[in-house]
Structure formats: structure tokens, C-alpha cells
């Protein structure tokens, strides 16, 4: 029977990993083509991938909580009779046995140092050389399997330190993702923190949406060079206006007009007009973005979500309004899908919506700004006339990636988010 591999899938622009969360299937299980095999996460969402045939699971390369870039192999099917693909070549590097000399150098060992969380937690556990083994994972990869028949033959390769088995980059990646007991790693490229635990305290496993927020927004404070600025608006006429309306379109239209909806379609007619502002650092270049894809930043309890409202400057303030109901309803039933995530070309957040006045937001990668929309509180100001009068005012606070924007036209984008803002009334502003 010929074998075919599953290999991580590419589930959104920009995602080059994915981290198995759930497995849905074992060994030995039979599965049609376009079954769920497992739950995977990325980019802060779950999503499930299918199988590519119709057979038998003949193994599992990859355990739960493994991180793969995309294209590795994360589990073999044994094919039926009728599910046979035109074509398939054997990867003999599959099927050397742990600790046996390589028969050539022609065979691919691309992935040999690429260690996952489970196998580098092994090696350390027990003290195992893993320059030393021969992975049979795809690319060479050393997999448990392979650490756990060494453990199981007491044939060991053992290593003096820890950073004898890993390279500081790697160790620091996979310490970054794994949970792991307050113990004192070796080297200051580890950046371990011996945290002491006493009668009482809990330990909080980590979840693959953490996990995920922890690498994103990690990547995003080491890669971006983030710079932040503030604007203060006066939301009086807004608040009015959104006042006299909210019962009866509540009534009207089912869902609620929050003031959110008016700061998303400011914010995108803003960058309809600075489109500088939409773009994305790509190394030796700068992307500006045609779609305005407006990212929005919907909390659980214990997780944060970031989905998306495409084309958000070709929608009216109730047709945002709308989509931010539903995408939020969505995150909270836990039915939001991972195309709901992509494309987002920059981000509003709504801080205010739990009472923050200023914060400064970690820019959501790979955009190059994200905009926190403070809570609108009741403030006296100065007016022109030198006279004192409470107003309804509210921070928007800015972060950018300096090496795509200055200050120069981010301040020019926020006042254009003031005027608008600032000028919605009656006469002027329809929702429809």
C-alpha cells in the first residue's frame, strides 16, 4: 500500500508555522479524504486540517503542542486501494533507526536541528547529545519516538551542557513556547527566571492561543521599533448624535451602534487618504496596502482575538457596526475561522471599553500601526471663547513602526481622525 504524507498547510497570508493544539485522530484510525485530522493553531485561531486521502493513520510525526513550519510532515496515511495518488515518492530519511550511522549524505537532513518542545524537554530531562542522533521525522527530524527508544535501550549520547545539544536562537525559541518547572538552565541566552512557588500558588498550563500571543507579540517588540504618539479629540457632537440614535436603530436593526463604529470608519477614511499609513515593513522594501482591512481586537477571558473588517472604507458606520457585532459574537462562541483573521492591514483597539485613558499598544505584525481608542470621559475644557465647559473627550493613542512611518505624517493622519470626529453631526454624518 503506498504511503502519503500530511504536511502542515499554509492556513493565512504571512503564517509560516502552525502549532498542533489537538489531535482529532490516532494510529490505526480510518479516515475518508476531507476528514478533520487535527486542531491547529495560528496567528491567535484554530482551525482544523483535512485530510488529503482516504486510509489508514499509519503515524503521527508530530505530538500535540509541536510547533512545525509550514510544510512539514505532522502525519502519515497509509492509502486504500482506490485512494491511491497518481504519484508518490518514499522519503527513505523516514525510516532510519535512532542512533544508526546515516547510509548516505545524499539524504535530506534539512530539518535535523529544528528540535520541537517535547524533544528538546526530553533531551534535557535526560541529558541526550541530540547532535548525536539520527532523527527519522521528515528532513531528518529527530522525533519523541526516536528520544524514547534511546531512553527505553539505555543507549544514550550524553552532552556535558545544555548548549552542546541546541543553538542559542533555537534553545531561546523553544523556551519561549514551552511551560516548563522552575529549574536553572545553563546560559544567559535562556533567559530563564527561577520563579519559587509556595503553598497556595497555581500553575497555569499554557494554551495555544497564549502560546500564540506570547510569539506575536514577542516578534513584534524584537522586529518592530515601535514609536507612540497621542491626540486628544472633542466627541461631544458624536456622543449626541450616537445617543439619539442607538434605541431606535437597536430596535430597528438588532444589533447595537456603538461609538467603536464611528472611530473604525474615521480610522478608514483616514487611511483611504494617508495610505502610507497602510502599509508593512518587508525587509528591503515597504508594502502599502491597496484594501483598507481594518484588524479589531476582541477579548476573552483569558485570550485575545484579532479579527478583521475587509474593505472597511467602502462600508457605512452601520455596515461596520454590524460586522463588529458579528465578529465579536463569533469570538465569544468560539466560531470564528481563521479567514475571519486575515488580511488586516491595521488595527483599532478598543481599550476604552474598560475604562483605559492611554495605553500604548504593541503593534499587531507584520502592519505597521495600531490605534488604541481610549475610554470617552467627561472632562471641563477651555473653549475659544476662554470660557470652561465640560466636554466629551477621548485619547487616541498611536503605535508605529518607525522604519515605515515618522512623525511628521502620523501626526497628519490622527488630525485627519480628529476632524472627522469631531465635525459627525446630524446634518452631516449618515450611518446608512
Given at each position: 500500500?503506498?504511503?502519503e504524507?500530511?504536511?502542515?498547510?499554509?492556513?493565512?497570508?504571512?503564517?509560516?508555522?502552525?502549532?498542533?493544539?489537538?489531535?482529532?485522530?490516532a494510529?490505526?484510525?480510518k479516515?475518508n479524504?476531507?476528514?478533520?485530522l487535527?486542531?491547529?493553531?495560528?496567528?491567535k485561531?484554530n482551525?482544523?486540517v483535512?485530510?488529503?486521502?482516504?486510509?489508514?493513520i499509519?503515524e503521527?510525526?508530530?505530538?500535540?503542542?509541536?510547533?512545525?513550519?509550514?510544510?512539514?510532515?505532522?502525519?502519515?496515511?497509509?492509502?486504500d486501494?482506490d485512494?491511491?495518488?497518481?504519484?508518490?515518492a518514499?522519503?527513505?530519511?523516514n525510516?532510519?533507526?535512532a542512533?544508526?550511522?546515516?547510509?548516505?549524505?545524499?539524504?535530506d537532513?534539512?530539518n535535523?536541528a529544528?528540535?520541537s518542545p517535547?524533544?528538546?524537554?526530553?533531551?534535557?530531562?535526560?541529558?541526550?547529545?541530540?547532535?548525536?542522533v539520527?532523527?527519522?521525522?521528515?528532513?531528518?527530524?529527530?522525533?519523541?519516538k526516536?528520544l524514547?527508544?534511546?531512553?527505553?535501550s539505555?543507549?544514550?549520547?550524553?552532552a556535558d551542557?545544555?548548549?552542546?545539544?541546541?543553538?542559542?536562537?533555537?534553545?531561546?525559541?523553544v523556551?519561549?513556547t514551552?511551560p516548563?518547572?522552575?529549574?536553572?538552565?545553563?546560559?544567559?541566552?535562556?533567559q530563564?527566571?527561577?520563579?519559587?512557588t509556595?503553598?497556595?500558588?497555581t500553575?497555569?498550563?499554557l494554551?495555544g492561543v497564549?502560546?500564540?500571543?506570547a510569539?506575536?507579540?514577542?516578534?513584534?517588540?524584537h522586529?518592530?521599533?515601535?514609536?507612540?504618539?497621542?491626540?486628544?479629540?472633542?466627541?461631544?457632537n458624536?456622543?449626541?448624535?450616537r445617543?439619539?440614535?442607538?434605541?431606535?436603530?437597536?430596535?430597528?436593526e438588532?444589533?447595537?451602534?456603538?461609538?467603536?463604529?464611528?472611530?473604525?470608519?474615521?480610522v478608514?477614511?483616514?487611511?483611504?487618504?494617508?495610505p502610507?499609513?497602510?502599509?508593512?515593513?518587508?525587509?528591503?522594501?515597504?508594502i502599502q496596502?491597496?484594501?483598507?482591512n481594518?484588524?479589531i481586537a476582541?477579548?476573552?477571558?483569558?485570550a485575545?482575538?484579532v479579527?478583521?473588517?475587509?474593505?472597511?472604507?467602502?462600508?457605512?458606520?452601520?455596515?461596520?457596526?454590524?460586522?463588529?457585532?458579528?465578529?465579536?459574537i463569533?469570538v465569544?462562541t468560539?466560531?470564528?475561522?481563521?479567514?475571519?483573521?486575515?488580511g488586516?492591514t491595521f488595527?483599532?483597539?478598543?481599550?476604552g471599553?474598560?475604562?483605559?485613558?492611554?495605553s500604548m499598544?504593541i503593534?499587531?505584525?507584520?502592519?505597521?500601526?495600531?490605534?488604541?481608542?481610549?475610554?470617552?470621559?467627561k472632562?471641563p475644557?477651555?473653549?475659544?471663547?476662554?470660557?470652561i465647559?465640560?466636554r466629551?473627550?477621548v485619547?487616541l493613542c498611536?503605535s508605529?513602526?518607525?522604519?515605515?512611518l515618522?512623525?511628521l505624517?502620523?501626526?497628519?493622519?490622527?488630525?485627519?481622525?480628529?476632524e472627522?470626529?469631531?465635525n459627525?453631526s446630524?446634518?452631516?454624518?449618515?450611518?446608512?
Amino acid at each position: 500500500m503506498a504511503i502519503e504524507q500530511i504536511k502542515m498547510p499554509q492556513l493565512g497570508e504571512s503564517v509560516t508555522e502552525g502549532t498542533i493544539s489537538k489531535w482529532l485522530v490516532a494510529v490505526g484510525d480510518k479516515v475518508n479524504k476531507y476528514d478533520p485530522l487535527a486542531e491547529v493553531m495560528t496567528d491567535k485561531v484554530n482551525a482544523e486540517v483535512p485530510s488529503s486521502f482516504t486510509g489508514v493513520i499509519k503515524e503521527l510525526i508530530a505530538e500535540e503542542g509541536d510547533t512545525l513550519t509550514v510544510g512539514e510532515v505532522i502525519c502519515t496515511i497509509e492509502l486504500d486501494a482506490d485512494g491511491t495518488t497518481e504519484s508518490f515518492a518514499v522519503d527513505h530519511s523516514n525510516t532510519l533507526p535512532a542512533g544508526k550511522e546515516e547510509p548516505t549524505t545524499q539524504l535530506d537532513q534539512s530539518n535535523k536541528a529544528r528540535y520541537s518542545p517535547a524533544v528538546l524537554k526530553l533531551s534535557q530531562e535526560h541529558g541526550i547529545d541530540l547532535t548525536k542522533v539520527s532523527g527519522t521525522g521528515a528532513g531528518g527530524r529527530i522525533t519523541r519516538k526516536d528520544l524514547l527508544k534511546l531512553i527505553e535501550s539505555g543507549q544514550i549520547p550524553s552532552a556535558d551542557t545544555v548548549e552542546e545539544t541546541v543553538s542559542r536562537p533555537e534553545m531561546q525559541e523553544v523556551l519561549n513556547t514551552v511551560p516548563t518547572q522552575p529549574t536553572a538552565v545553563p546560559g544567559p541566552a535562556t533567559q530563564q527566571v527561577l520563579v519559587p512557588t509556595f503553598a497556595g500558588d497555581t500553575e497555569i498550563p499554557l494554551t495555544g492561543v497564549r502560546k500564540a500571543i506570547a510569539s506575536n507579540m514577542l516578534r513584534s517588540k524584537h522586529e518592530i521599533p515601535h514609536a507612540w504618539t497621542m491626540i486628544e479629540v472633542d466627541v461631544t457632537n458624536l456622543v449626541e448624535y450616537r445617543n439619539s440614535l442607538k434605541d431606535e436603530f437597536k430596535k430597528k436593526e438588532g444589533f447595537n451602534l456603538t461609538f467603536f463604529a464611528f472611530f473604525v470608519k474615521a480610522v478608514a477614511q483616514s487611511l483611504k487618504e494617508f495610505p502610507q499609513i497602510n502599509s508593512m515593513w518587508a525587509g528591503d522594501k515597504i508594502i502599502q496596502k491597496k484594501d483598507i482591512n481594518i484588524s479589531i481586537a476582541v477579548a476573552t477571558e483569558d485570550a485575545l482575538y484579532v479579527p478583521v473588517i475587509k474593505n472597511a472604507d467602502e462600508k457605512t458606520i452601520k455596515g461596520i457596526a454590524r460586522e463588529i457585532s458579528e465578529l465579536a459574537i463569533k469570538v465569544r462562541t468560539g466560531k470564528l475561522k481563521s479567514e475571519d483573521m486575515q488580511g488586516g492591514t491595521f488595527t483599532v483597539n478598543n481599550t476604552g471599553s474598560f475604562g483605559s485613558v492611554q495605553s500604548m499598544g504593541i503593534i499587531n505584525y507584520p502592519q505597521a500601526a495600531i490605534l488604541q481608542v481610549e475610554s470617552i470621559v467627561k472632562r471641563p475644557v477651555v473653549m475659544n471663547n476662554n470660557m470652561i465647559a465640560v466636554r466629551d473627550m477621548v485619547n487616541l493613542c498611536m503605535s508605529i513602526d518607525h522604519r515605515v512611518l515618522d512623525g511628521l505624517i502620523s501626526g497628519r493622519f490622527l488630525q485627519r481622525v480628529k476632524e472627522i470626529l469631531e465635525n459627525v453631526s446630524k446634518s452631516t454624518t449618515s450611518i446608512y
